[in-house]
């Protein structure tokens, strides 16, 4: 009798193990990504106002009550430059998948992480003198790039930014949580200031930022 139970109660702790190997690979793989993780820093909402008036040379000086901007350009942003008394070299512009600014004469700006400020006085520093003696430039922030939202949503992909959305309006907007979802907390990835990828541990309320993704995770209990 005892022979014959033997190989039941193997068979059952066995397929425990296995059923606990299994819950184990999702979770040890959910910690593979090397991203760094940091705590959220809260973000003026002056950061993301446009740039006002400028002054020769690309200097810049708030105007209207508005404060100057610090907000950060990047990829798929869409900007108006103004080049006072150069309709030629006036109007929108993209930056493309790189941060690069395309600008007349000059060439390639490389934008990326420049405030608009810096991008005023790095266009104004190739124009002046071969092209324009002391040129007031203006750089304003028409479209922000969009933010993206991945994991345990119904309808992941980009969408785009709107001021002040916080993590919860963004699960919203992508539809909704799934059944899997783990809803009492998240990961932003969005570069820091140095330039570097990190991911910043958020919760629903936690402000999003232009190009931001929101990560909903998988939960496993």
């Not at 939202?149 to 919860?168: D, F, H, R, S």
Request: with cysteine.
């Amino acid at each position: 009798m005892l022979a014959d139970t033997f190989p039941i109660a193997f068979m059952r702790r066995w397929r425990l193990l296995w059923a606990m190997l299994a819950l184990a690979f999702p979770l040890a793989a959910c910690e593979t990504d090397p991203t760094p993780i940091v705590e959220d820093s809260p973000s003026a909402e002056a950061g993301l106002q446009l740039t006002s008036t400028s002054m020769p040379g690309g200097r810049s000086r708030a105007g209207s009550g508005n404060a100057i901007s610090d907000y950060r350009l990047g990829p798929n942003d869409r900007t108006r430059i103004i080049v006072f008394g150069q309709p030629g070299l006036t109007g929108e512009f993209v930056l493309d998948g790189a941060g690069v600014l395309a600008f007349p004469l000059i060439g390639s700006v490389p934008a990326n992480g420049m405030t608009p400020r810096e991008l005023q006085q790095a266009i104004a520093a190739k124009l002046d003198p071969q092209y324009l003696r002391d040129p007031n430039v203006t750089v304003e922030v028409l479209t922000r790039r969009p933010f993206y939202v991945l994991g345990e949503v119904q309808k992941p992909g980009n969408y785009p930014y709107v001021t002040g959305i916080t993590a919860l309006h963004a699960v919203a907007m992508a539809g909704g949580y799934t059944y899997r979802a783990k809803t009492t907390g998240y990961y932003i990835k969005r570069l820091n200031g140095d330039g570097k990828m990190v991911r910043v541990v958020a919760k629903p309320e936690t402000i999003i930022r232009p190009g931001d993704t929101l990560e909903v995770r998988e939960r496993y209990f």
